[in-house]
């Protein structure tokens, strides 16, 4: 059996992610170049990812 999903679930799954990215890149702001949130360099690796996401 194959899944499928159709355009409509797509797009929804792409709104989904494209809210997480938002929201994860304002938490994890350029503080002093460190993260805000996980106070490794800036971009930490989750804000670089939710970057990623936002321009797929
Ligand atoms: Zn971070």
Do not use: K, W, Y
Request: proline share 4%; aromatic share 2%; with cysteine.
């Amino acid at each position: 059996m194959v899944e499928t999903i159709t355009p409509t679930e797509a797009s929804s799954a792409v709104e989904a992610l494209h809210q997480l990215a938002t929201v994860v890149l304002n938490e994890h702001t350029n503080d002093l170049g460190l993260c805000a949130v996980c106070g490794c360099a800036f971009p930490c690796e989750r804000a670089a990812l939710a970057e990623h996401n936002l321009t797929l």
